[in-house]
T-cell receptor, first 115, second 114 residues
Framework: DQQVKQNSPSLSVQEGRISILNCDYT??????FLWYKKYPAEGPTFLIS?????DKNEDGRFTVFLNKSAKHLSLHIVPSQPGDSAVYFC??????????????FGKGTKLSVKP | KAGVTQTPRYLIKTRGQQVTLSCSPI?????VSWYQQTPGQGLQFLFE???????NKGNFPGRFSGRQFSNSRSEMNVSTLELGDSALYLC?????????????FGPGTRLTVL
């Protein structure tokens, strides 16, 4: 049973527009969420996180929104740039002070930003 | 600071063989986690080591094992390789191994089993 789902395997966006990547989860005990970005031939890189006590966290062009009642989070990239083209993974944990081994990852969404 | 390094970057093995992958964490980091990435399954947690002790283990068969040395470097071993073990194996290091710590990933070892 997939506890963290990224239902869109791919997304294509025009440069300068907004990219919205979605992630749904089934475990209501999840209380800490992260987004990672992965370029080909490189390991994932941490992007942004959010705790369940917040509904929004912003870092430059990247904003993560959390809707606990819908068990849904989204990553907004504004404006999108060609360098943002990568695979994006969301991950969730049920204990922010717990082990990283408790992180459950989604399968990823490949974002392509067209010039 | 040097990043997480993994060796080798690519490996080709045949079924039934065994393989050892190596990971050197960022200096000062005591936690090393290993993940398997396949197209169909995304990132799946294998195990985590902290100060030479395995603290957590994912849902993988006993053919997958690992260890950590006193300098925090870690190795993982897969015995009796199966075709389904073909994947990208990633290691990640962090200072304490807790969720709120940033994990830094290495570039991975691409294992192909023929």
């Amino acid at each position: 049973d997939q506890q963290v789902k990224q239902n869109s395997p791919s997304l294509s966006v025009q440069e300068g527009r907004i990219s919205i990547l979605n992630c749904d989860y089934t475990n209501s005990m999840f209380d800490y969420f992260l987004w990672y970005k992965k370029y080909p031939a490189e390991g994932p890189t941490f992007l942004i996180s959010i705790s369940s006590i917040k509904d929004k966290n912003e870092d430059g062009r990247f904003t993560v929104f959390l809707n606990k009642s819908a068990k849904h989070l989204s990553l907004h990239i504004v404006p999108s740039q060609p360098g943002d083209s990568a695979v994006y993974f969301c991950a969730a944990s049920d204990e922010d002070g717990g082990s990283q081994g408790n992180l459950i990852f989604g399968k990823g969404t490949k974002l392509s930003v067209k010039p | 600071k040097a990043g997480v390094t993994q060796t080798p970057r690519y490996l080709i093995k045949t079924r039934g063989q065994q393989v050892t992958l190596s990971c050197s964490p960022i200096s000062g980091h005591r936690s090393v986690s290993w993940y398997q990435q396949t197209p169909g399954q995304g990132l799946q947690f294998l195990f985590e080591y902290f100060s030479e002790t395995q603290r957590n283990k994912g849902n993988f068969p006993g053919r997958f094992s690992g260890r950590q040395f006193s300098n925090s470097r870690s190795e993982m071993n897969v015995s009796t390789l199966e075709l389904g073990d073909s994947a990208l194996y990633l290691c990640a290091s962090s200072s304490r191994g807790v969720v709120v710590d940033t994990q830094y990933f290495g570039p991975g070892t691409r294992l192909t089993v023929l």
